[in-house]
């Protein structure tokens, strides 16, 4: 299975329509905050965007960069939290495809861009941002080396750069299938002493590594308790998650209460 099709199982456009339709934002006008149940693709949803975003500090009229942004939510967040531009990129075609769509319906497509692409190969100029985020993309990432100091060079000296992963735990061997991945073949857990680590060696500075696991284990308790699907909002993370969704938050859940997994936030600066 591709990236691509791990991300999207299936038709997600008419998924993502259907959705719209039926929550009937299709025929108003509609802010960012209306997206947010559907655009925010990780198991705390909006409250985890928030959390990271309290903890950096960007300027207004800045660039910042949302390296595997996904639909574009948290990049819409940061961009009218702090009144910045927002330039994301994703492997996946199809949510940078629905993200621009979403900018467009929410009015902020001329402060948010999203582009298609690989976090390991970013198409921007050295020293282009004024800070950075990455919100649960780096368990995908073999090579974190490479994405590190890809992020690295296109930072400006003493950008705020904060992202999010869940974590290699003290006893490893996660329980598949989980949100970010079927098998281990898709799967590339490091401790957080390894990050904390390899961020040194490229030359990031002022690390903070904060816990979020208890965090976690209760935001996946209120999503399972949406299980049943009858009782299922119209928008939310199972939209864009297909039908496995249920399962893979379970195991994810069962695995960070297990220290199978460590999720956890990283803020430092170039
Ligand atoms: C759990 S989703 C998080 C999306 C978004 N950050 C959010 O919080 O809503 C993980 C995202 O990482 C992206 N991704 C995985 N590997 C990537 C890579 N090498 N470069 C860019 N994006 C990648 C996936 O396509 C997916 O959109």
């Not at 940061?78 to 927002?86: I, S, Y």
């Not at 080396?145 to 869940?166: D, M, P, T, Y």
């Not at 299980?227 to 993370?237: A, M, R, S």
């Amino acid at each position: 299975m591709s990236f691509e099709e791990f991300w999207t199982r299936g038709d997600i456009h008419e998924r993502v329509n259907t959705a719209l339709k039926d929550a009937k934002l299709l025929d108003k006008k509609i802010e960012i905050e209306d997206l947010f149940p559907l655009d925010q693709y990780h198991a705390r949803g909006i409250k985890a965007t928030i959390d990271l975003a309290d903890k950096v500090n960007f300027k207004r009229d800045s660039n910042i960069i949302d390296i595997g942004c996904g639909l574009g939510g948290p990049a819409r967040y940061f961009a009218k939290k702090f009144d910045c531009n927002v330039y994301g990129i994703d492997i996946t075609g199809a949510f940078i495809d629905i993200g621009n769509y979403f900018n467009k319906l929410t009015q902020v497509d001329h402060k948010v861009k999203l582009l298609k692409g690989d976090g390991e190969k970013l198409p921007y100029e050295t020293e282009f941002f004024d800070g950075g985020l990455s919100q649960h993309v780096t368990m995908n990432i073999d090579n974190r080396e490479q994405f590190f100091n890809e992020a690295f060079r296109v930072l400006k000296k003493g950008a705020i750069f904060g992202f999010s992963e869940h974590g290699l735990g003290t006893k490893g061997n996660p329980i598949f299938p989980l949100p970010w991945a079927d098998s281990e073949n898709m799967s590339f857990l490091k401790t957080p002493e390894f990050t904390t680590n390899l961020l040194k060696k490229i030359g990031f500075e002022n690390i903070k590594v904060i816990s979020t696991g208890e965090k976690y284990i209760s935001g996946y308790d209120t999503l399972l308790k949406q299980g049943k699907p009858d009782e299922k909002p119209t928008l939310g993370i199972h939209v864009i998650g297909g039908e496995t969704m249920l399962e893979r938050s379970k195991n994810s859940m069962q695995s960070i209460i297990e220290n199978r997994t460590y999720p956890f936030e990283i803020i430092c600066n170039k």
